[in-house]
Antibody, heavy 123, light 110 residues
Framework: QVTLRESGPALVKPTQTLTLTCTFS??????????VNWVRQPPGKALEWLAR???????YYSTSLRTRLTISKDTSKNQVVLTMTNMDPVDTATYYC???????????????WGQGTLVTVSS | QSALTQPASVSGSPGQSITISCTGT?????????VSWYQQYPGKAPKLLIY???KRPSGVSNRFSGSKSGNTASLTISGLQAEDETDYYC??????????FGGGTKVTVL
């Protein structure tokens, strides 16, 4: 069974750096075609893709947030970490991690997702 | 890169069919067969409904189907049921090797 779970602070202050961890099981991030992604959703608003790290260590970022994001992986711990600098109240959102399995039968779809973690940015 | 364009809301009566559109560009929806659709209930994580434009994961009702024409993808819900009333999002791979979502559509069952 494939599962993902997000963890991190529920509250951060403006200008601080947010660090979120995605801990997963049921698959390996060293397997060809596997990637872990971060997606966020402000309250009452749409989903927004943030970043992706692939099995071969390639990293991809949202164009609008590229300068503030860093994604990394620890394959031995089955974890992916996302850091976002200079947090602002507009970054208040539920942050999700999700797997992509790219193979002959599957393309770039997010499945499954973690339950999400709500991060509030406030002083 | 701007979000894919979805109608804010779509409604239909029980038993009817409705279609949600998802419009992008030749750099995303039109350029790849990597469009996926998600269903999201309030307070829950999104759930995959359709992937690779037309494919349905095991366990997803065959009342959900996907298609694409040019830069516009579509999700059709047939035999609309009360339980279908919630939010739906499309997503696409892009030529920048990134992913992009639509703005979301709220489906109302009348």
């Amino acid at each position: 069974q494939v599962t993902l779970r997000e963890s991190g602070p529920a509250l951060v202050k403006p200008t601080q750096t947010l660090t979120l961890t995605c801990t997963f099981s049921g698959f390996s991030l060293s397997t060809l075609g596997v990637s872990v992604n971060w997606v966020r959703q402000p309250p009452g608003k749409a989903l927004e893709w943030l970043a992706r790290i692939d099995w071969d260590d390639d990293e991809y970022y949202s164009t609008s947030l590229r300068t503030r994001l860093t994604i990394s992986k620890d394959t031995s711990k089955n974890q992916v970490v996302l850091t976002m600098t200079n947090m602002d109240p507009v970054d208040t959102a539920t942050y999700y991690c999700a797997r992509i399995l790219l193979d002959g039968d599957h393309g770039f779809q997010f499945d499954p997702w973690g339950q999400g973690t709500l991060v509030t940015v406030s002083s | 890169q701007s979000a894919l364009t979805q109608p804010a809301s779509v409604s239909g009566s029980p038993g009817q069919s409705i279609t949600i559109s998802c419009t992008g560009t030749s750099s995303d929806v039109g350029g790849y067969n990597y469009v996926s659709w998600y269903q999201q209930y309030p307070g829950k994580a999104p759930k995959l409904l359709i992937y690779d434009v037309t494919k349905r994961p095991s366990g997803v009702s065959n009342r959900f189907s996907g298609s694409k024409s040019g830069n516009t993808a579509s999700l059709t819900i047939s035999g609309l049921q009360a339980e279908d009333e919630t939010d739906y999002y499309c997503s696409s791979y892009t030529d920048s090797s990134t992913l992009i979502f639509g703005g979301g559509t709220k489906v109302t069952v009348l």
